[in-house]
């Protein structure tokens, strides 16, 4: 890639740029002019009107008060400030004088109430109040307080009434300290506003200068001109993309600024406890960085709709709905959900719950990598989809629809004329978390079905189901995709082999592993139970089902598009590996990864030498089967409970029936590995050791 290119393109876009009005104005009249304008104007009317209604007297109307509650009438004229009994002429009827705001309320009194109250007799008062009126809560506040210290002088003279003194109602006093400090609470405040706002307005301003840079040079017919030129599709998108992207970053940085500023002054001008509040550059630095990458995604979603829109009028529509996806921040912050990984990979969301964390004070690096490393992979395949879409030789074409649905429609000679391809790295990728994303938030909801409906669940509708529907829909080609080749007799028994050889020796190693990386007890206690239950009621359904599904469903999904896609574009051990990474992962289990990525890792080498998926396809189920057959036998013999304790126990556990297993376990591993190593096909060169139909030479 040429970058004087590139910088002769982005100075020509941000020339143009700066001609209009309407960017500039987004990026520098709000931030600069307009929020404090706005801000303070609305803090100085809050302070003006909250001072009105503070000061304002209460005027409470109760019928033949001075006869009904004659000390109540009296605390309100003589002790009370704001406060005040009023009568009433005998033509006015108090409801219409409540609702036309000359009574604040009006307390309903039964006669002699008060020396009913002395006398010991339960008595109700009743306040009409009209709370469609601002004024109300500050009236009611009022109200209330003196009917607080009513009831106490009755019950003081119902204890001396009875000779008691009323020193035996002073209780305890209490004290609160708040231990956060001023820039936690105002860090709160922040947080309430401060994701929506940086989204919304870095998405606001990267709309114009995208449109100009796209869909404006479209329909002028200068964009053919500019392809035709010695600058290539990537210098050009680069230079675009890099404009849009400084133009959003800027505008969401200065509107950051800005509303931090703002917003102090403001809240300090409303309330004089605010004084302290405080945010420190530290903090609105994190924040800006943790927002980074989904302002990329969003600026880049944002080109990628003046790239589909063929007028500035079509634009236009498509905006509509785009704008509106910052949205989902400000329902986030109402619900405040805890920062659990479910949340941190889960796009917009991740980045409003670490603003939260970071702006409270309580964030950690753990938290903050993992939203910044989903978000920036979710940014990356927006990149990668706007690469595409600009590399299309169709987009300068005025008739072109790029949002159609014709291309979902198959055609017997699709194969023939070469519709149907290999998965891209940008595809597997949306693919995994896809399928990530679907785990996280249903599979829980299955856990109270039992182990078979949550295997059945998880492995059928959240992994296998969405690994077809895109092959489907991205017309990959199966075959090839899926590595749906045959295989020898040999092979397969060899598979096998290992599959069941492996299964006690993945276990002893676990307990090995526990030695220097313990065990949580009690998820280990919630999966004892979960294999137990389900054994308990069908034992042979519960080990085929597992090693079936999972030996299918995870084979198809991982040794397919994934080890497909990422084969084409690295070195074959690369890719291998990487996928086994992705495939203990995805189990949600820390302490487990280093083992399913091995043997992830191993089932990939199996599909890739071996040029099909079948064996690698009953090595897996095989394994998950023995595993699990392996359980029951022990849960037979020594019960579950002794397993479950075993388990939490951290060190090796080793008896004469493990060590006979591990035997056999070995014998069956060499005799599995010398049937499948026999049968491999003769290796290819690098160029093409992946699928030599369709792939792309690999990346050195």
Known sequence: MRFDIVRAVFRKELREMLRDRRSLAVMFGIPLLLYPLVAIGMATLGSAKKKELTEQTVKVYIPGGKQAVPRLVGLMNDQYTGLTAVELFANVDPNAALKSGELQAILHAPPNAEAKMLAGEEVELKVQLDRSRTSTPFSERKLNGMLDDYKKWVVEQRLMMRGVSPVVLQSFKTSTHDVSSGHQ??????????????????????????????????????????????????????????????????TAGLNMVSMALVLKRATSMLDASAAEFSVSATSLALTYLAAVPTLILFTTVVLIMGLLARNFREANAFATPVMLLPLASL???????????????????????????????????????????????????????????????????????????????????????????????????????????????????????????????????????????????????????????????????????????????????????????????????????????????????????????????EELFYRGPLQTAFVKKMRPWAAIVLVGILFGAIHMDLRGLPLRAALGALFGWMVWRGKSIYPAMIAHGIFDSTSVALFYWAMRRIGAEH??????????????????????????????????????????????????????PAAS
């Open 185 to 250: 609470r105002f860090g709160k405040i922040l947080a309430q506003m401060l994701p929506l706002l940086l989204l919304m307005t870095g998405m606001l301003g990267a709309l114009f200068p995208a449109l100009n840079a796209t869909t404006t040079e479209r329909e002028l017919g200068t964009l053919e001109t500019l392809l035709v030129t010695p600058a290539g599709r990537t210098e050009l998108l680069v230079a675009k993309g890099s404009l849009v992207l400084v133009c959003g970053l800027l």
């Open 331 to 553: 329902a986030v912050g109402i619900m405040e959900p805890a920062a659990s990984p479910a949340i941190l990979i889960t796009p917009i969301a991740n980045t409003t719950v670490i603003i939260r964390e970071v702006l409270t004070g309580r964030i950690s690096a753990g938290p903050f990598l993992l939203a910044f490393a989903a978000s920036g992979a979710y940014a990356g395949l927006v990149l990668s989809a706007a690469a595409r879409l600009f590399s299309n030789e169709q987009l300068v074409n005025p008739a072109w629809e790029p949002l159609s649905v014709k291309g979902l429609r198959r055609t017997a000679g699709a194969q023939a004329r070469g519709w149907w391809r290999i998965p891209s790295v940008d595809e597997a990728l949306l693919l995994f978390f896809a399928s990530l994303l679907l785990l996280f938030y249903v599979s829980p909801e299955w856990h109270k079905r039992g182990l078979l409906y949550n295997v059945l669940g998880n492995e059928a509708l959240l992994i296998l189901l969405p690994a077809l529907l895109f092959a489907w829909v991205a017309r990959w080609e199966w075959r090839e995709t899926f590595a749906l080749k045959p295989a020898s007799a040999s092979a397969l028994l060899g598979a096998a082999l290992l599959g069941i050889g492996l299964a006690p020796w993945v276990q002893m190693v676990a307990q090995l592993q526990k030695l220097v990386w313990p065990g949580d007890s009690e998820t280990t206690r919630a999966v004892t139970k979960l294999v137990t239950d389900a054994l308990n009621q069908n034992a042979l359904l519960t080990i085929v089902g597992i090693g079936v599904m999972a030996g299918v469903c």
């Open 643 to 696: 397993i479950a304790a075993a388990a939490e126990k951290p060190g090796l556990h080793v008896e004469t029936s493990d060590g006979v297993a591990l035997a056999v376990g070995a014998v069956l591993i060499f005799a599995g590995a010398w049937l499948f190593r026999r049968t491999l096909p003769a290796r290819e060169k690098p160029e093409t050791a992946g699928f030599p139909v369709t792939a792309e």
